[in-house]
């Protein structure tokens, strides 16, 4: 059992290496829910730290008041994990629900953003108070390949391009998944396993279990509950070597999309601008010339210039992207052309080119004409 611990361990090390996620000199901020993903996310990067491989490690929890007494019980258990690690401890509550309303959008969606809201406010915290520079900061989320075939059969239903086929990033800017290339079935065994272990530290929460459970995962009216219990189940049983299939493809697919992503940056460097230099949120101009470019990588630039401005935990909407396409035609910009897109971003176009920027600066903008 021992060597089975290692092996988690030992695989997130080389995954963490591998792909140039963390060092050293690293601040690390785990988000944990108390499940047993990101349980074990939080017993790995604790090893970590003590073998010197990561620096400063902090854990947050986010409670989306959605669950009553159980969501309460989910963030002790964190609190007592973190105190068991000797890691400072974030928690963050916020009624999901009622910020939903507010936003006009569905409860997944605005625990997202809200989540990363918070992990964004104490990885500078984490920073500040450790003396880190916050570009060695690292937000940890415990993902596993599991997640990562399931995203990619709920995208296949849904609809996606290329890049979404790969399913998930191991990096997306400071956020990063070392866990990738575990299963959760690894991750279980590797958490019952140093409770086995004498002398190791675990935590048990009020019921001895060794991590929570969060009932609704299994509710199939849910999509991913829906992937994840009726749909993948069913490829495994046709081949058991399904998964690992889908993983390999997914990876081909990935140094496909990492070419495309390289082109793609080549066209922003030579046709776009960012209106205000270094500051790619506050929006982007592409020139003529862009409407040459061929329209997968127009598509890909659109994406990448959207992510900028929203934010990289943002889902881009495939029907913004081909707005802002909208806005060229026979390669040239549509002049006068006027829209509003995701996220209140406005898309206009003259003959200069087609601007994409906050819908507050433009309204701005022409109020100054």
């Not at 829910?33 to 073998?51: I, K, N």
């Not at 990033?169 to 065994?189: A, F, I, M």
């Not at 862009?290 to 598509?299: D, E, H, I, V």
Request: proline share 4%; hydrophobic share 40%; net charge negative.
């Amino acid at each position: 059992m021992a060597k089975r611990n290692g092996h988690i361990v030992d695989a997130a090390r080389k995954t963490a290496q591998a792909r140039d996620l963390f060092g050293p000199d690293s601040a690390c901020l785990l988000m944990v829910s108390g499940g047993s993903d990101s349980t074990a996310l939080a017993y790995t990067m604790h090893e970590l730290r003590q073998s010197g491989d990561v620096g400063p490690v902090a854990l947050l929890h986010v409670n989306h008041k959605l669950r009553g007494q159980d969501a309460e019980d989910d963030a002790e258990f964190c609190r007592q994990l973190a105190e068991a690690l000797n890691l400072p401890f974030f928690c963050c509550e916020v009624d999901v629900a009622r910020e939903a309303q507010l936003a006009h959008t569905n409860l997944e969606a605005q625990g997202r953003h809200e989540r990363y809201l918070a992990a964004r406010e104490a990885l500078s915290s984490v920073c500040m108070h450790e003396a880190v520079p916050l570009s060695e900061g690292r937000i940890l989320t415990a993902h596993t390949a599991d997640d990562r075939i399931e995203s990619f059969y709920m995208r296949s239903i849904v609809g996606t391009g290329p890049g979404g086929f790969r399913s998930m990033l191991y990096r997306n800017g400071n956020v990063v998944r070392p866990l990738l290339d575990c299963t959760r079935s690894d991750l279980r065994s590797f958490v019952r396993g140093l409770a086995e272990t004498e002398g190791a530290t675990v935590v048990l929460d009020e019921r001895g279990n060794l991590w929570r459970e969060d009932a609704t995962n299994a509710h199939t009216d849910r999509f991913r509950a829906y992937v994840r219990e009726l749909i993948v189940p069913k490829t495994r049983e046709w081949d058991v070597r399904a998964s690992d299939n889908l993983v390999r493809s997914m990876n081909l697919i990935a140094d496909e999309d990492d070419m495309l992503d390289a082109m793609a940056d080549d066209v922003l460097n030579d046709d776009a601008i960012m209106l205000i230099d270094g500051a790619p949120e506050r929006g982007w101009l592409l020139e003529p010339a862009f409407g040459q470019q061929a329209r997968p990588l127009q598509r890909r630039c659109i994406h990448k210039v959207l992510k900028a401005m929203l934010g990289p935990e943002e889902r881009i909407d495939a029907r913004s992207v081909e707005r802002v396409l909208e806005a060229f035609a026979d390669e040239r910009p549509v002049s006068g052309h006027v829209d509003n897109i995701q996220g209140d971003i406005a898309v206009s176009a003259n003959k200069l080119g087609v601007r994409i920027e906050p819908m507050s600066e433009f309204r701005a903008r022409r109020k100054k004409v």
